[in-house]
């Protein structure tokens, strides 16, 4: 933790304090005593004694602060810091002034007044440091929450992505192996076709927000890469009005949504499996829609919507703070997952 | 030697298909898309060997053997499973990481020459397979020609019966071929208890258990049917029911 006394603007201001208070002391003394060397003589031990221990009480505050109570624990070690000054200054006064005819700090009330002074004194420079150590505490916990959001996000982000990617790319990889044998150029497509997909995912990492122009771009490359590996028995419909391909929505959430119409169609099935993909802008939002048949048993079986649709519903719902934005409809044996993004100004930039 | 491929993808069928020519003396006999059709070759075909997918639509290359009665030999090919290789790692049976080089195909073909017959090792295999946490939800059985998918939940109690375990579900009852060990150690261990040394029962389906006779009880099945429990199955029927 950082201390305030490693502070350099509190050092500056803290020795110019002490700087200003031995002048005004000294002043008062001299128009007292009229004696102006004993007088500054006077003024600087008592203050730098009075400044120093101020120091050392700050100085502790690094090493302790109770809980609770913080402003009682200040006051105490004020009074402590005025008791230390009522009974030391005069001993050091003693000691070096006994031999001049300056004698004013000899007088009993003048012992009080040391008191109430270093109090005084301690107890505004304990509170400065006070707010200046709850001011730092406040700072860390909000840097240390943004933080660990930021990292939840990037997490299930990371998660999302793992999905069913190594099973998609060795199974791609090995439809290769099979096309460089018998059709050089097809595999080579193929090569192309993954390498373009990889990389788009793969920058996506960094802006947060893509038009659905950039995503579908995504999709499409996916999908030509499917449709090699299972030839005509994938046929795909994509639907996107030319009014919603400049709308806006996260990065990589169409994606999982197709993949898991893949994985419950294609991969579930025989036989000719049809992906639709939908778009619409309505009002100030675009609604996506995907559907895929998917087999009666897999749908007995596996009765939830499983972990794909639920981060995805997380993510939304991290981004726009709204639970409704994911729902799915069956209908014979046709599945359908409909998402809705709200066009949000601030997120563009994000 | 003749073999069978099964895989659902075409591409994935043809490259077997073309390591495989350049070995003599091997005939391909069928090329199947899932399980269920390969099911039926090898039950026509009875070929010496073959090469198998994991992940196939509607029942996965697993599920498929354990339908087998007179298991051929098998090679897996798949591209990624965890579990699968999990399970191949405590057997000898051989299985190709897609993609695969010819180099490493051969080396699978000569562990086939030494190994056939190699059921034993499929059996184990299977077991194991079994007892993977995707493998408990659901039981594949045989309904004559057909072939039936019982999810889990829907089973309502198992009897053993002879070398068979007979499933009963709402529609009727269902032979396996399986130990009621090997139940017992695949299904959810929560929901299906086994209550007496010839059934397992659905512990969602229970309505009453009632004392029988000094240390066997009666439990009653919300379809009506009464098992008897013994002793032991008493108090693990205890435990998971929280009584």
Not at chain 1, 183 to 193: E, L, W, Y
Not at chain 1, 262 to 274: A, E, P
Request: hydrophobic residues 45%.
């Amino acid at each position: 933790m950082s201390s305030i006394t490693g502070d350099k603007n509190f050092r500056y201001v803290f020795i110019c304090c002490t700087i200003v208070w031995i002048g005004i002391r000294g002043l008062i003394l001299y128009n007292i005593s009229g004696d102006a060397a004993p007088a500054f003589i006077d003024a600087a031990i008592s203050s730098i004694l009075i400044f120093s221990t101020c120091f050392l009480l700050v100085n502790n505050m690094q090493y302790y602060l109770p809980k609770t109570k913080k402003l009682g624990y200040i006051l105490v070690l004020s009074c402590l810091v005025g008791i230390i000054n009522f009974a030391i200054q005069p001993l050091l006064l003693q000691l070096i002034l006994s031999n001049t005819n300056y004698n004013i700090w000899q007088l009993p009330s003048m012992r009080y007044i040391r008191f109430i002074e270093s109090f005084m004194i301690s107890a505004c420079i304990g509170f400065w440091a006070l707010l200046w150590y709850v001011k730092k505490d406040q700072e860390a916990l909000m840097s240390h929450q943004s933080e660990t959001e930021q990292l939840a996000k990037d997490a299930e982000l990371f998660m999302l992505r793992q999905q069913l990617q190594p099973h998609f790319l060795f199974n791609s990889l090995n439809s290769i192996s099979a096309l460089t044998g018998s059709q050089p150029d097809k595999a080579r497509h193929m090569i192309q076709q993954l390498s373009d997909f990889l990389r788009s995912t793969l920058k996506k990492e960094e802006k947060r927000w893509h038009t659905l122009q950039d995503e579908l771009y995504t999709i499409q490359l996916y999908l030509d890469i499917e449709k090699v590996r299972f030839g005509h028995r994938l046929q795909t419909e994509i639907e996107i009005p030319e009014s919603c391909t400049q709308l806006f929505l996260p990065a990589l959430l169409l994606q999982p949504l197709v993949e898991n119409a893949i994985k419950h169609g294609l991969y579930s099935l025989t036989g000719n499996v049809l992906i639709h993909i939908a778009a619409a802008a309505v009002s100030n939002e675009l609604h996506i829609s995907v559907s895929n048949p998917f087999s009666a048993d897999e749908q007995q079986v596996s009765q939830g919507t499983g972990f794909g649709l639920s981060s995805i519903q997380r993510r939304l719902f991290l981004l726009c703070g709204r639970h409704d934005l994911v729902s799915t409809t069956q209908h014979e044996s046709i599945f359908t997952v409909k998402i809705i993004i709200p066009q949000i100004h601030e997120y563009y930039n994000y | 030697m003749n073999i069978i491929i099964i895989d659902d993808e075409p591409l994935a069928q043809s490259i077997v298909a073309e390591y495989v020519q350049t070995i003599p003396n091997i005939q391909i006999l069928a090329t199947c898309s899932d399980g269920f059709e390969g099911l039926k070759a090898i039950q026509q075909y009875k070929p010496d060997l073959i090469f198998l997918d994991i992940q196939m639509p509607r029942i996965n290359g697993f599920e498929m053997l354990e339908l087998v009665e007179h298991k051929p030999a098998v090679i897996f090919t798949t591209a990624f499973d965890e579990y699968a290789i999990k399970a191949f790692e405590a057997n000898a049976i051989d299985y190709l990481l897609k993609p695969f080089s010819k180099e490493r195909f051969d080396i699978a073909m000569q562990k086939v020459s030494k190994q056939i017959p190699n059921t034993v090792g499929t059996e184990v295999l299977l077991q194991h397979a079994a007892l993977q946490p995707q493998q408990q939800n659901r039981i594949v059985v045989k309904d004559g020609h057909k072939i039936k998918i019982i999810p889990t939940v829907q089973v309502h109690f198992l009897e053993a019966s002879d070398d068979y375990v007979k499933i009963h579900i709402a529609e009727g009852s269902f032979l396996k071929k399986k130990r009621m060990a090997e139940f017992e150690a695949s299904l959810d261990a929560q929901m299906f208890v086994r209550c007496h040394r010839s059934f397992i029962i659905n512990t969602q389906l229970i309505t009453r258990i009632d004392l029988h006779e000094k240390d066997s009880y009666i439990v009653t099945l919300s379809t009506g049917k009464q098992l008897p429990v013994s002793k032991s199955g008493y108090i693990k029927l205890k435990q998971i029911l929280g009584i």
